[in-house]
């Protein structure tokens, strides 16, 4: 009851200014493990993308992502771990589990990073290579959550196979309330485990769940729990986030806003001084 109690009370407390986001992160979560058998199916989840200001709890949602399966440090990686062919290719093999890379930036300026990063989302290999003659096919197992305040990929198509996770500004959390979530909450984030090992049984003793599409199973699950755990499940579990289709374009379309807005400011200052 505590466990359940637990990753309601961060939901409703701590992530009350992004519930949405929180609510996809969670869900996502509980099926990133499963991404690799849904690609066998012919069908994948997009990899999540978490982008925007400092201190909105960006990062601590993606850990909540490890925390889901009671996964360490080992799966915390920088962009230096997955910046060359080879080191993206070892760490999307070792597991299914999913992987969370913080400031990604240098390795998404690669273009062989970015195509290897597109075909890993959707197939279930990641790259080949000669080994001693013979060929090898190195499985895309994982499932990776980025996090970012800086950067956006610039790439369209692998813009398309992620779920961006825009946070304002305006999601900045107050930093007394931030101290108060590490020394009470974080400490214990290892007890969402225990929804990572009621998923896990419950797919794996029903694996028609994974018929169904991602996020209607990971809903489907938390009700359950909870009302396992005699707990009422809370509005959260229902919440949709509307990913923006276009979050590139957006962001070309501010820049070219606030250019024409400069020159035009300059333009109306010096005018008047220009002599011809």
């Not at 009621?198 to 209607?216: C, D």
Request: charged share 30%; hydrophobic share 40%.
């Amino acid at each position: 009851r505590q466990r359940q109690m637990c990753i309601r009370d961060r939901a409703t407390t701590w992530y009350s200014h992004a519930i949405d986001k929180f609510a996809l992160v969670v869900k996502w979560g509980l099926l990133a493990p499963f991404n690799y058998a849904l690609k066998q199916k012919q069908r994948y989840m997009k990899w999540l993308y978490l982008y925007g200001s400092s201190y909105t709890g960006k990062t601590t949602l993606a850990r909540i992502v490890l925390k889901l399966w009671g996964l360490d440090i080992k799966f915390e990686k920088t962009g230096a771990n997955i910046d060359t062919p080879a080191r993206l290719g070892y760490i999307l093999s070792q597991s299914t589990f999913p992987i969370l890379v913080n400031e990604p930036g240098n390795a998404l300026t690669r273009e062989d990073i970015v195509e290897m990063l597109k075909n890993a989302i959707e197939s279930t290999i990641v790259r080949g290579r000669y080994e001693r003659g013979s060929y090898t096919e190195i499985p895309s197992l994982a499932s990776i959550v980025f996090t970012s305040n800086r950067y956006l990929p610039r790439d369209d198509a692998l813009l398309r196979r992620l779920i961006v996770l825009r946070f304002t500004y305006g999601e900045r959390i107050n930093q007394e309330k931030a101290r108060e979530f590490e020394s009470k909450i974080a400490p214990r984030l290892s007890e969402l485990k225990a929804i990572g090992n009621y998923t896990a049984f419950k797919i794996m003793n029903t694996p028609g769940l994974l018929e169904s599409e991602w996020e209607t199973i990971a809903a489907k699950l938390l009700e359950e729990a909870y009302r396992e755990a005699g707990l009422e499940p809370p509005k959260w579990i229902y919440e949709k986030y509307q990913v923006e289709e276009n979050v590139y374009e957006d962001l070309k379309e501010a820049i070219r806003n606030y250019l024409i807005k400069r020159i035009n400011e300059e333009y109306n200052r010096y005018v008047g001084r220009i002599t011809i």
